[in-house]
């Protein structure tokens, strides 16, 4: 059976890098693991949210995939990088359909 893509490809112009750290270089510098490069559809609405430890959290945008970006890993975390500027991931969300696929991948950034 197919499901409807509900965020299409031909939506997605923005030109971005998801990317973790992990570990250090010799010079001290964060290494970089790049999970995903290629486009997606950002939005740029701040609200806010409260976290675990009742602290006020604003969130700058959010980034929609089609698909899963990241098939290897459940929970997407570190930094994108979108029009020249880095945000951190405070959320991922992988939404799927009935037959249990990827339909899209959403992150929350702050």
């Not at 570990?23 to 976290?51: A, M, P, V, W």
């Not at 929609?64 to 020249?84: A, K, L, Q, R, Y």
Request: charged share 25%; hydrophobic share 30%; net charge positive.
């Amino acid at each position: 059976m197919k499901f409807v893509e509900l965020v299409p490809n031909r939506i997605c112009k923005t030109a971005c890098k998801i990317f973790q750290t992990e570990g250090l270089n010799r010079d001290g510098s964060k290494k970089h693991k790049i999970i995903f490069e290629g486009n997606c559809f950002y939005t740029q609405k701040s609200h806010q949210k409260l976290n675990a430890e009742k602290q006020l959290i604003t969130l700058s945008g959010t980034a929609f995939f089609n698909g899963d970006i990241s098939p290897n890993t459940p929970i997407i975390e570190g930094n994108i990088e979108i029009n020249g500027r880095e945000y951190k991931i405070y959320s991922s969300e992988k939404a799927k359909n009935l037959d249990s696929t990827i339909n899209y991948t959403k992150l929350e950034l702050m």
